[in-house]
């Protein structure tokens, strides 16, 4: 698992972020996009774009990304025309939110902000009630905000097969890794991705985490409207009046995120895994999963290393490699998304699993 802010970092940094970020609901005809200087709000500012904003202005004026970015590096004067009138023709009342002086989220007025700090303020109490419960990585990204937990009292070992054939073709299972169960709790403030809560396994001997989405419990960020008076600046106060049932909803959610049945089940599917075998190509079966999950080349590679070194041609030790690859990208995004395909490489229909381990 990779690692990053200790909590008193995460601490300070959701303080400070809750302190300088603005938010704005406001009327598109309000608005001016230049490529040189961003986002101009009328009587009020012009907040440099960011990346993740202007992939969200180009899919809401419908403007196909890479015609927008053309346009943007070469044809500056000609997007400038076109997005400009776009939103004065076609207007509508957005939010745009702000942090540091850029706008990061160009988003709908139904948008429900549910803040990283008012999450990190519900979850770690219910996290610290939690017997043997331990941090194991927290950050926040321009994506999103994490929380990952260990939780070592509930703990199983993982039979893993051995590498020689016994008798009749049979495979010896031997005892191997020892993992326990874990949680993630993600959020982003931009529209990349839900709130979201997820049980996931925590494996000692790498530090592997592989999350398991089909599990996972979410939030979407949809609420009321907010109808704008030509600009209007939210407040905390402005948000909607259920942060006291989401505080509800997340308690059960974490509780049932912990369920030892769960783990139990999860746990016996893994040793499940360890008994399935890659029977082709490992190169090619690293290849097509890479491919089903939009994996990277770079990563790719990553993978194939940690399959190859592990000596683990199971399910599970795909898993393992992936999860493994996680620890080596820079990026703690991707090495989260990373964390996520591990689990999915478990959770794989038998019928995918067949197509990557007969790969050639």
Known sequence: MKTAMTLPQLANELQRQKETRRDFVVDTRKLTADPSWGLTIKDTGTFPITSHAHRQLSA??????????????????????????????????????TLDGSARAFL???????????????????????DGLQIESANVTERKMYLKARINTVTSEVFRKKNLTLGQGHHMLKRGDVVCSAITITNSEIGDGSFM??????????????????????????????????????SDETKQADDHALMLKLRDIVKACLDKDWFDAQVAKINEAATNTIEGNPFAAVKLLSNN????????????????TGADLSQWGLSRAVTRASQDVDDYD??????????????????EWRQIATAT
Request: aromatic letters at 6%; charged letters at 25%.
């Open 108 to 130: 709908s007025n139904s948008y429900r902000r549910i803040d990283n700090y008012e999450v990190a303020e519900m979850v770690l109490p219910l996290l610290a009630e939690v």
């Open 293 to 308: 999950l939009g994996i990277g080349q770079d990563v790719e590679s990553g993978i194939l290393r940690h399959l190859i």
């Open 60 to 97: 809401h004026l419908k403007v196909p990304a890479q015609f927008y970015d053309r346009l943007m590096t070469q044809h500056p004067d000609i997007w400038m025309h076109t997005v400009n009138e776009l939103m004065r023709r076609e207007h509508s009342e957005r939010m745009v939110r």
């Open 197 to 234: 809560v997820s049980p996931a396994i925590y494996e000692y001997a790498c530090t592997n985490l592989a999350v398991f989405s089909k599990s996972r419990l979410r939030r979407i960020h949809v609420g009321a409207r907010i109808d704008a008076d030509d600009v209007t600046l939210l």
């Open 334 to 351: 991707l090495a989260s998304d990373l964390e996520v395909a591990g689990g999915t490489v478990i959770d794989l229909p038998k019928k």
